[in-house]
């Protein structure tokens, strides 16, 4: 089992910027996918970046040029850096991590509120 803990959520207004966090139990990020999702209110949860094994990187159309995803395999740690926050921004962010033999784990979440 992983279990995966969020931060750096709050409150920002909009074009200001946050890092998300997220902290794994063991090591997980550096061999598979980890992504950032997010799900606003009545809305469905959403695919946000992912960054696979190798490195390779892709972002929903909404954030591409403001967000990035990285990680520190040493330190099992995962971050989304966001920028130029927008209002529609504003959802819960769940990091997420998939492991061996198609087992995957999610954060609990963390709140980012853009005020215009």
């Known amino acids: 089992q992983v279990q995966l803990v969020e931060s750096g959520g709050g409150l920002v207004q909009a074009g200001g910027s946050l890092r998300l966090s997220c902290a794994a139990s063991r090591s997980i990020f550096s061999t598979r996918g980890t992504s950032w999702h997010r799900q606003a209110p009545g809305k469905q949860r959403e695919l946000v970046a992912r960054i696979n094994g190798g490195g390779m990187t892709n972002y929903a159309d909404s954030v591409k040029g403001r967000f990035t995803i990285s990680r520190d395999n040493a330190k099992n740690l995962a971050y989304l850096q966001m920028n130029n926050l927008k209002p529609e921004d504003t959802a819960v962010y769940y990091c997420?991590?998939?492991?061996?033999?198609?087992?995957?784990?999610w954060g609990q979440g963390t709140q980012v509120t853009v005020s215009s």
């Open positions: 997420h991590a998939e492991g061996a033999y198609g087992s995957k784990y």
